[in-house]
């Protein structure tokens, strides 16, 4: 695909094809990936992190937590004990799904894991310095591919763009998303293998293909992504009959289809929450989420803005977002239909770039979701900028397609690199959640901690795993009444008893399904028995979502054994509940978030 420089082009291209074109330009690449993440070393743990801390650490409940947890790779395993356990433990809102399934298997991203447990549990720099070599190790690999696929010059622009990639930000600065990096780069590995086999004939080179194939897929359920990559190959660029490439991609489609029997089998999947949406298991429902999340993380791979803002917007603005974004990717497909005419490699790229999205859009739209999608996008940039450097402009066609083009590369050669550095640190944005809990609680030791509000699950939960790493004093019991950003209201309407009223009922954010789909209906009567407290729902609205719960305490709400607390301007304040017959509305409990 590469041609040598010629006099007529100017000295600025004939120095960037040199680069492109240089023999070690792989492993500096590698680098220059590890440079651009490398703030995020000294950024510290933050949300998951301390789930990982504390699940691969010998403090009490830790080892009880990993089982539920699948070892971090999960938060409920379909077994409604262990479900009400965790309930009961604080871990999960009293609202949750009782048969919630939303577990992975990827003992080999859990290794990983381990690995920093045993060496470094409580230092965040090795963490991420472990991240950062998986990118830089991820870089490589398909720089390597690249080059073996489309020549060492547009390979070259590809693993560049791919080094420079903004969207991989959050993957390497958020710590217990390794498994995306791990699972992507041995997926790199399988397809290089692939392609030597495809070329040579290597028998090696194809039983070496097959097994890194089966630990991609043991690293992370998005390894499957890869299966349209090789397809696609087979398809578009492999030149060997069509028998031989049938039994070639044999294998991998076996495979494919082996794991995620067992998969499924063995309870891993999603089922009963609003936020993972699971093809296995829900593969109509699945078909219609894909039409909507999958322009938005096209959207997100190759232009701005991130795919996560689609789910911060309201209704009005997500729809807003999405109808941008269909006409971004109706006007990209334009853009490539001149290159995809003429070129079998960016046929192969655009087929396995959009089959990436069906894992990816398994869960809320996230530029963290991207990895995938990204080796393709990052070639077909690269082929564009190819098919319009050997082609004068000519027709309304082709004028639209190298404007797209042109967006898209100035886009990625020069913003996303300055933006790396920034994505990588994303993680730090939830900052306020973590200040907002230095000191806010107090004494609590042997009391019963009741949260009367707070902005969604994750603060509660995480108050507890920063007091059990500290191995401070811990309260009796967590509790909390109230998730999100709604209006609430407290009648007490008797010595032990709360009734809560949730103007517009619970699960008033799409982010607060983890947990429970929505569509899920709650019923009057519906009763969550805990040590000490007797959850009852009282009203539902028209979508089933509960508008009034009773909270029946077993102990006067007076009794000093109990500490209330509310959120009031970013933090938890101390609180306390009304009077016998009275009736109290809380502030909102909104959260603002930055990397301050």
Request: charge should be positive; aromatic fraction near 12%.
């Amino acid at each position: 695909m590469s041609s040598p420089p010629s006099e007529s082009l100017g000295r600025r291209e004939r120095a960037f094809l040199r680069v492109l074109e240089r023999k070690r330009l792989p492993f500096e690449l590698s680098l220059i990936a590890m440079l651009l993440a490398s703030p995020c070393l000294f950024i510290g743990f933050y949300l998951d992190d301390y789930v990982g801390r504390y699940i691969y650490s010998d403090l009490p409940g830790a080892a009880e937590l990993y089982r539920v947890y699948v070892g971090g790779y999960g938060i409920a395993n379909g077994s409604t004990a262990d479900n009400l356990w965790q309930i009961e433990q604080g871990h999960a809102p009293w609202w949750m799904y009782p048969d919630l399934i939303l577990q992975a298997f990827r003992p080999v991203s859990l290794a990983t894991h381990l690995l920093d447990a045993q060496l470094w549990l409580n230092s965040a720099v090795f963490w991420h310095a472990h991240s950062v070599l998986w990118l830089g190790a991820l870089v490589y690999a398909a720089a390597q591919l690249y080059r073996g696929i489309l020549g060492v010059t547009l390979g070259g622009l590809a693993a560049l763009l791919l080094a420079f990639d903004h969207t991989h930000g959050f993957v390497v600065g958020f710590a217990c998303n390794r498994h995306a990096l791990v699972t992507t780069t041995f997926a790199l590995l399988c397809f290089g293998q692939y392609r030597r086999f495809r070329a040579t004939g290597s028998t090696p080179a194809a039983l070496l293909a097959v097994l890194l194939y089966g630990v991609t897929l043991l690293s992370g359920e998005l390894g499957v992504a890869l299966i349209g990559y090789l397809l696609a190959y087979t398809l578009f660029v492999d030149r060997a009959p069509l028998f031989r490439r049938a039994l070639a991609f044999a294998p991998y489609a076996v495979l494919t289809v082996v794991w995620r029997a067992l998969y499924n089998a063995h309870g891993y999947g999603a089922e009963g929450s609003g936020v993972y949406v699971d093809p296995g298991r829900e593969p109509l429902r699945f078909a219609l989420t894909l039409l909507e999340r999958g322009p938005v993380l096209v959207l997100g791979q190759f232009l701005a803005p991130p795919a996560e803002v689609y789910s911060l917007l309201g209704e009005a603005g997500a729809r807003g977002m999405w109808a941008i974004a269909t006409a971004f990717l109706l006007l990209f497909s334009v853009a490539l239909v001149p290159v995809l005419a003429r070129s079998r490699t960016a046929r192969m790229w655009a087929v396995g770039m959009l089959a990436s999205l069906v894992p990816a859009a398994s869960t809320h739209p996230h530029n963290r979701q991207l990895l995938f999608a990204s080796i393709g996008a990052m070639a077909l940039i690269a082929e564009l900028w190819e098919f319009h450097r050997h082609t004068p402009r000519a027709g309304l066609l082709l004028t639209v397609s190298r404007a797209v083009g042109g967006t898209v590369l100035f886009f990625h050669l020069f913003l996303s690199p300055l933006a790396s550095p920034f994505t990588t640190c994303s993680i730090a944005a939830t900052g306020p959640m973590h200040r907002a809990l230095d000191g806010a609680l107090g004494d609590v030791r042997g009391r019963d901690v009741v949260f009367l509000t707070a902005p969604d699950y994750w603060l509660p939960r995480l108050a507890q795993l920063k007091l059990r790493l500290a191995q401070a004093p811990l309260p009796r019991r967590w509790r909390a009444l109230s998730f999100g950003a709604e209006s609430v209201t407290l009648h007490r309407t008797g010595p032990s008893t709360l009734v809560v009223d949730y103007a517009g009922g619970i699960l008033g954010s799409p982010l607060l399904e983890l947990y429970r789909d929505r569509r899920l209906r709650m019923t009057p009567g519906q009763r969550v028995v805990l040590a000490g407290l007797v959850i009852e729902v009282l009203a539902v609205g028209v979508d089933g979502r509960a508008t009034r719960a009773q909270f029946s305490f077993d102990e006067d709400l007076d009794a000093p054994r109990f500490r209330f607390y509310h959120w009031e301007k970013q933090r938890f304040v101390p609180s306390g509940v009304p009077r016998l017959g009275e009736r109290r509305t809380l502030p909102k409990a909104e959260l603002t978030l930055s990397a301050e």
